[in-house]
Structure formats: C-alpha cells, structure tokens
C-alpha cells in the first residue's frame, strides 16, 4: 500500500510539473505568429524586458503610449494585423479585438479588448479591455509595438 502511495504521489507531481508552462512559454504562446523567438533567449525570471527587445527589433511601427497620442495611436494600429502594447517590464498584452472596446474617461479613448500578462513574481494571465491591464496614464512608459500592415 506505501509503494502505491509513493507512485500515486509521484505520478501526480510529475503531471503537474509536464503540463505547468514556464514564463518564458506562456509569453511564447500568446505571441507565436507575431514575434519570430526562433534563436532567442527570454529570460525565464523576468521575460518581458527580453520580449520587449525581440518586439523592437521585429516590429514594422512603433510607439511611445500616452494620454495625448492614444486615440490616434490606437487607430494607426487598427492597419496591421498585430498589436502588442508593454508597460515597462512588467506588463504586456496582445490587443485581440478591436471591435469590442470600452471607452476611457483616463485615456480618452475606446480601449480594445486584450489578453496579457502581468508580472509580479510569477506571471499572471489578464483578459479584459487593455484599460484594465495596462493601468492609467502615469509616468510609466508604455510602447506600442506594431506588426504586419494590412
């Protein structure tokens, strides 16, 4: 009956452990078709700043988010295929719908719907208006990275 136990136990944490993704692989699948990761390096701790720069180096426009720009920002995006906005190194969301937006009274402007990550320690998933994940304008630096022009 202990052996069986010990298998049970460990047949489980080798389950949880195959089918858990690490960061790097989460930001890999959201943004696979859009960023070419073939060669690159994220780092596994802190893969936001690593994606930024693999971003900047592949994307066709980019752009400096703020308060001012946002409503022209947003509808120059709305010509290419990808968007993929990131708030400094800890946030990043991949703009899925422009059609389904939600009017900012913070960003002047109708803010599409997304899916993205937020990085504390680990990783945490956010789907919701881009609004909500990427906060208020603040002195914080977002950047809007561009892909493929339809």
């Not at 460990?10 to 960061?23: D, M, R």
């Not at 990131?86 to 899916?115: I, L, N």
């Amino acid at each position: 009956m202990k052996k069986v136990k010990i298998i049970f136990v460990f047949l489980t944490l080798s389950s949880v452990i195959a089918f858990s993704q690490s960061n790097s692989q989460k930001l890999k699948e959201l943004f696979t078709g859009v960023i070419n990761f073939e060669g690159a390096n994220l780092n596994e701790g802190r893969p936001i700043p690593s994606l930024n720069l693999l971003a900047a180096q592949q994307a066709d426009t980019m752009f400096v988010l703020n308060k001012e720009n946002a409503g022209k920002v947003l509808n120059e995006a709305k010509n290419y295929k990808y968007c993929m906005i990131s708030v400094e190194r800890h946030t990043v969301v991949f703009v899925k719908s422009w059609d389904d937006c939600s009017q900012s009274g913070a960003w002047d402007s109708c803010m599409p719907y997304g899916t993205g990550w937020i990085q504390r320690d680990e990783l945490e998933k956010k789907e919701d208006y881009i609004k909500n994940i990427i906060g208020i304008p603040d002195m914080q630096r977002r950047t809007v990275f561009l892909f493929d022009k339809k």
